[in-house]
């Protein structure tokens, strides 16, 4: 499966940004569990929000309550919407995807998009 994600930018202090990953094949795309993880400068990848393939949901609690995870399988497609952005939300945003029960780090990643939040 391969992942293109892409919606990042620059965006000033409580604005909000919608990031999109789409999948190249979507032949097993409606099976996988999809996820939002973030690196931000200088530190250790970490989750953001995760969608099961019937549309389950976790946020991790950095973000919770600012961004919304959907997945729109007949387009093959998962969104992160966020909200009232901080600087501390600067990072490279990658999505991810994996079949259920399988870990993170054998499933596949898309290249990143970096969100930028600055005044």
């Known amino acids: 499966v391969q992942l293109q994600a892409s919606g990042g930018g620059l965006v000033q202090p409580g604005g909000s940004l919608r990031l999109s990953c789409a999948a190249a094949?979507?032949?097993?795309?409606?099976?996988?569990?999809m996820g939002w993880f973030r690196q931000p400068p200088g530190k250790e990848r970490e989750s953001v929000a995760i969608?099961?393939?019937?549309?389950?949901?976790y946020y991790a609690d950095s973000m919770k309550g600012r961004v919304t995870i959907s997945r729109d399988n007949a387009k093959y497609t998962m969104y992160l919407q966020m909200n009232n952005l901080k600087p501390e939300d600067t990072a490279v945003y990658f999505c991810?995807?994996?079949?259920?029960?399988?870990?993170?780090?054998?499933?596949?990643w898309g290249q990143g998009t970096l969100v930028t939040v600055s005044s």
């Open positions: 991810a995807a994996a079949p259920p029960g399988t870990a993170w780090a054998k499933g596949f």
């Open positions: 094949s979507g032949r097993t795309f409606n099976d996988y569990t």
């Open positions: 969608i099961g393939n019937r549309g389950s949901t």
